[in-house]
């Protein structure tokens, strides 16, 4: 009926260069994009997104880990890649695939200084990290007269980029602790302008902060979630269009009886003759034994089915009781049709982390 046999993640790049034009619609033109691709693209393909983002504009990617990098560089991307957490570990590979920095102690500081006056390299350009409230990584305000010495000092590195990240931009009940950091970045900026004129550029929105305080997009935005096509209310999720679609196939169909269980630990039992869909994939390809027991439901011929019992290794059963369907037809987990807002009916988790455990074992195909 459908065509497809297998498993599969469509990735749909239109709904992506729709999703890029609706963020930079209201960017001043000067504004750069940066194309956050960590985690596989949330999921997708770094690759075949990286090269995406670029041909729509974006003048940046970013990257959590050095390796995720290296792997754009090899795929011949060439775009500055900022990576968000380095380890001193690979700093070799940093400096030999020109990876930017952000820098956000002074521990890592040294270790890079050290490994670019070996390589006897000028110049390297780093992005500071300033923390404004999250507090995760960066560096506090007591701290920047030393780091501003340090970097004047230092000629194997160049501030290129000063930016923080903002803690709850997609929360509306947050808008004054989220003002609070923008006004504490700004102070940052100055300090930073004052001392590396003309220099450096700042940056602090992620998605919710470019849809949500368009006063702040300052040099650069760095988007992420909603070129995936999910935000983080529901405001957000209205206006942008999901990318991948988790889609697979009934692998059988069977009738069971009042008292009958379904799965691992018989933790569904039928209260009435019903229908059951078994679908070939689980836990290992990424849907979590929390979408088990009617936590969850996918959509099959335009109807809504709830997984029913535990979620196995390879497979999952749905209840598929009134709906008309045969083996072989299409299921959509998660996609275009059916959002991981719905799939994740008892509201358990966010779409950036049921998007990004689809496992490397689903075969990606483009649209
Ligand atoms: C992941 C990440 C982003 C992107 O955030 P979204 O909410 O997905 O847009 C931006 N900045 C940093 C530092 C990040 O780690």
């Known amino acids: 009926m ?16 729709e999703n890029y034009a609706l963020l930079s619609k209201n960017l001043s033109p000067k ?9 596989f693209a949330y999921g997708t393909d770094p690759i075949v997104i990286g090269k995406k983002l670029v041909e729509l504009g974006a003048e940046f990617l970013a990257v959590a880990y050095i ?15 900022l ?13 030999e695939f020109n990876l930017t920095p952000s820098v956000y102690n002074i521990h890592f500081l040294d270790g890079l200084r050290c490994e670019l006056k070996s390589s006897e390299i000028l110049n390297f350009p780093i992005h500071l990290k300033i923390n404004t409230g999250l507090n995760r990584l960066g560096f506090e ?12 000092d230092a000629e194997t590195i160049k501030l290129s980029g000063l930016f923080s990240h903002l803690a709850a931009s997609g ?8 003002k609070t950091q923008i006004s504490k970045f700004k102070e940052a900026k100055t300090f930073f302008e004052d001392r590396f004129p003309n220099q450096f550029i700042s940056h602090i929105c992620n998605s919710s902060g470019i849809i949500n305080y368009p006063e702040a997009e300052f040099d650069m935005v760095r988007a992420g979630i ?13 206006m942008l269009k999901p990318v991948a679609s988790l889609k697979t196939i009934i692998a059988q169909l069977r009738h069971i009886q009042i008292g009958d269980s379904v799965g691992y630990e018989r933790k569904f ?9 078994t679908l070939p994939l689980g836990y290992a390809d990424g849907i979590s034994r929390i979408f088990g027991n009617g936590n969850s439901e996918v959509l099959i011929n335009g109807k809504t089915a709830p997984i029913v019992g535990n979620v196995c290794m390879d497979t999952l059963m749905v209840d598929v009781t009134g709906i008309d369907c045969d083996e072989g037809d299409e299921v959509e987990i998660f996609g275009k049709n059916h959002s991981v807002l719905k799939f994740d009916k008892a509201k358990q988790t966010i779409p950036y982390e049921i998007i990004t455990r689809i496992s490397q074992r689903v075969t990606r195909y483009f649209i």
């Open 171 to 178: 929360n509306l009940d947050e808008v004054e602790f989220t």
């Open 31 to 39: 504004t750069k994009m940066m194309g956050v691709v960590k985690a």
């Open 141 to 152: 305000f007591d701290q920047l007269q030393e780091i501003s010495e340090i970097i004047k």
């Open 2 to 17: 459908s065509g497809i046999q297998e498993t599969r993640l469509e990735i749909d790049l239109n709904a992506l260069a």
């Open 67 to 81: 390796e995720e990098g290296v792997s754009l560089r090899k795929a011949g991307i060439k775009v500055p890649i």
């Open 83 to 95: 990576v968000f957490y380095p380890q001193l570990k690979e700093l070799n590979k940093l400096v």
């Open 269 to 277: 039992k039928a209260t009435t003759a019903s229908k059951i869909a």
């Open 226 to 238: 909603a070129l995936y096509g999910y935000g983080n209310n529901p405001k957000e999720h209205q």
